[in-house]
Structure formats: C-alpha cells, structure tokens
C-alpha cells in the first residue's frame, strides 16, 4: 500500500474525502480504520465520519475480523459492497449497440445487444432504450446511471468525418440529452477509449497502475492516457487519437483527409479490408484456425503489417508519453493481439525499452483480460467512476449529471 495523501490539501469537504474513503477501500479490499488513517492522510474522526456515512448508505460494509493472539477487539475491517448498486453500460459501433447491467465490482449481471442502424437518430435512441429497458427489468441494486461509450473524435474537429470506424452523423450528441430525459437517470458518456481505459483502471488489468497509455483495438484503433488514475482529454476531448497520426509516408488514403494513418493498418476494419469481406462480417472471421494454418495470404500479410505498425505505436507513445505500460484492449479478438504482439518483437528501442534492466517494470504491454467487452464495462464504468474516484474538479464545480454520494445520504435511492 502506499499513500495516497490527497485527502491532506483539502479543506473540510465531506463529500470529497467520502470518495478518498470509499476509493481506498476500493482498491485495497478489507481495511480498517487505522489502514485508512495511516493511508489517506485524514485526521481519524474524518475517516469515522466517512465511514459512518459510507456504510449508512449501503455503499460499505463491515464485519469483524477474526481474534488474532493479541490483546483487545479484533478490528473491523470495511469492504466495499458490491450490491449497492449498478450501472449500465452501453457501447455503440457502427451498425451495433451492446448493453450490460454491471454492479460496483465489475460483475457482469446481464448483457444484451442488438443490430443499430447508428446513422438514424431515432433508431438509435429506441435501440438504447430497448437495452435499458431490459437490463432495468433484470436490476435488483440501485441504479447509479447509464454510461455511454462511442467511437471518437467527439464534436466538430477538423477531423469530423464520417468514416466506416465512425458513427455517422454524430457530431451532434443530444440524443444523448433525450435518453437521459426518458429514463430519468444520470447519463455521462466518453470515447469508447476513454472508457476502455477508465475501466481498466477501477476493474481490469490497470488497477495497479497509476499511469499507463491504454490502445483501443477495435474496429477502429484509439488511445487513452491515465495520468494519476484519470484520464487526459485533451482541449475538446479528443486527446490521444492514435489511429489518425499518419506513419506511413506515402501510405492508405484514410478517411480522415490524411494519408498513412496508423488506424489504416492496425484496426478490425483494415483487416476487413484486407480479407475482403465488410466490417460486420469481420468479427465471424475464424481467426484461430487461420492463425493455426497460417495458409491464408491475405491475412498472414496483414498481420505482418499490422505488426509492424504496433511497433511503432509502442515506440511513439513510449517515447512521447514515458507511460509505466501500455494496455491493449478493444473487442479485437485476444488472439489475434497475441499474435500482432508476437510478431512485433522485439520491439524498437524507446525512453522505456532502452533502459531494460535493473529497475524496468517486468510488463511493457500488458493485455485487457476482457476481450470484446472492454467497451461495455468501460462505459458502464463511467458512473461508477464519477461516484468513486476523488478528483479536484468535483470540488470546483458541480455538474449537472454529478454522481455524489452526499446526495444519497438524503434520499433513499435514485432509481
Ligand atoms: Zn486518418
């Protein structure tokens, strides 16, 4: 355990340093509330307070634990209570919306999906209410709200196309507004990388990790980067658009207006492409058994080339961004990633690989263990998140679909 001192530089918010608490007691299991006054830098009778209020609520629990050979009451240690609520989740790719309904922990209750037309406004919002509707039926925890994760750029860039990784027409996100008005609960929503990464973070193979670059390998190919566990979004929101950084000098048109994008060649859809079938087809690929022949020449070029392109997303982000490692996540099947990540070894020196040795963290790449369903928890994640991570801004101001478990403490539940 290390310290997590933010609780020292705030004034008396009661609401902030309930989040510091629950955060803690999210991330290191059973503690007590010595571990939590040692830890988090707050005076004992704040952590009391909070933990009183945590538990009040529901959010924690507490059990005794047993007698050890020492004189006095065995502690009691609080837990994080994974009934106390759910949220949901949902991810929209072109053509597709996928849904779950995921409790505090990371469990996934229920998962449901449907074919979208996603370049029709209203089909999309009776789509996702569709989703809500049967995962609401199926939730017996209070519903802390919906998460939205969708392919970026978000909002007009000079970028704003429509491309095939991209939904069309989507510039505008106040269909978003409408699903929150309808269903009535708190709706936040962020690039499907974003989400991926957030994800990770609280639930997934980054849990440890207080930065990393997460690469999102989907149909698209998008990028994340989690400084002191949050994210960086960048002027618009748009920050680490990987897959539109051009690399190969005299490369694939892409749709974006430029040439040689990395999402060109690294990304479901250029494997599509190259296997000539469409982008829905591309997911019923039989990627084991052509990786096992190894006979298909069409595919065993692409992933060559695709290969040869995540090394030099390693290299550029490595260098650029000095992260503690990079996650791959996405719904790419995790075999095929296996595989591109095989082929690119060794990979090229960086700020990183070249210091391999004494002090280099064992894991440069480490993979999500969660395959086609990052996105999802990802975005189920978002409210979550809100609700459990601490973060500066909450103090600063208050937002409009803001999470806060001091609202709770008045009411009994927001479903
Ligand atoms: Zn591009």
Same mark, same amino acid.
């Given at each position: 355990?290390?310290?997590?001192?933010?609780?020292a530089t705030q004034q008396s918010s009661a609401p902030y340093n309930r989040r510091v608490v629950l955060d803690f007691i999210r991330q290191h299991g059973a503690v007590s509330r010595k571990d939590i006054v040692d830890m988090v830098?707050?005076?004992?009778?704040?952590?009391?307070?909070?933990?009183n209020d945590l538990e009040a609520i529901g959010l924690i629990v507490s059990r005794r634990l047993k007698a050890e050979k020492t004189r006095g009451q065995p502690p009691i240690?609080?837990?994080?209570?994974?009934?106390?609520?759910?949220?949901i989740g949902i991810s929209l790719e072109p053509g597709r919306a996928s849904a779950a309904l995921v409790n505090l922990v990371g469990d996934v209750r229920l998962r449901v999906d449907r074919q979208v037309d996603t370049g029709d406004r209203s089909a999309i919002l009776a789509g996702m209410?569709?989703?809500?509707?049967?995962?609401?039926?199926?939730?017996?925890?209070?519903?802390?709200?919906?998460?939205?994760?969708?392919?970026?750029p978000l909002g007009a860039t000079e970028l704003s196309f429509v491309g095939p990784t991209a939904l069309e027409g989507w510039a505008d996100l106040s269909v978003l507004d409408e699903l929150r008005d309808i269903t009535g609960l708190p709706l936040?929503?962020?690039?499907?990388?974003?989400?991926?990464?957030?994800?990770?973070? @609280?639930?997934?193979?980054?849990?440890?990790?207080?930065?990393?670059?997460?690469l999102h390998f989907g149909l698209g190919l998008g990028g994340a980067l989690v400084v002191n566990r949050a994210a960086y979004h960048g002027a618009n929101g748009n920050a680490t658009e990987i897959g539109h950084v051009p690399l190969v000098p005299g490369g694939r048109p892409c749709y974006c207006g430029n040439a040689g994008c990395l999402e060109r060649y690294l990304s479901m859809h250029s494997l599509a492409e190259a296997m000539g079938v469409d982008d829905k087809q591309v997911w019923a690929l039989p990627i084991e058994q052509l990786l096992r022949?190894?006979?298909?020449s069409a595919f065993t070029a692409w992933c060559r080339e695709a290969a040869e392109r995540l090394r030099d997303a390693v290299c550029l982000i490595?260098?650029?961004?000095?992260?503690?490692?990079?996650?791959?996540?996405?719904?790419?099947?995790?075999?095929?990633?296996?595989h591109l990540l095989a082929l690119a070894q060794p990979l090229r020196h960086s700020v990183r690989g070249g210091l391999a040795g004494a002090g280099e963290p064992a894991e440069r790449i480490v993979l999500s263990q969660w395959q086609d369903?990052?996105?999802? @928890?990802?975005?189920?994640?978002?409210?979550?998140?809100?609700?459990?991570?601490?973060?500066?801004?909450?103090?600063?101001?208050?937002?409009?679909?803001?999470?806060?478990?001091?609202? @709770?403490?008045?009411?009994?539940?927001?479903?």
């Open positions: 355990m290390r310290s997590t001192g933010r609780g830098s707050l005076s004992p009778q704040t952590v009391a307070n909070s933990t240690a609080f837990e994080l209570n994974p009934d106390a609520g759910a949220a209410l569709d989703l809500v509707s049967q995962l609401r039926k199926a939730s017996r925890e209070r519903l802390w709200g919906i998460g939205v994760a969708l392919p970026g936040f929503y962020s690039v499907d990388s974003v989400a991926g990464a957030l994800g990770e973070t @609280l639930f997934g193979v980054a849990k440890s990790l207080d930065n990393f670059f997460y022949e190894g006979t298909n490595e260098n650029m961004l000095d992260p503690r490692a990079i996650v791959i996540g996405g719904s790419a099947p995790k075999p095929l990633v296996e369903d990052s996105s999802i @928890l990802g975005a189920a994640v978002l409210p979550i998140y809100e609700m459990l991570s601490p973060r500066l801004e909450v103090l600063q101001q208050e937002r409009r679909t803001e999470v806060d478990v001091a609202d @709770l403490l008045g009411h009994p539940g927001i479903k």
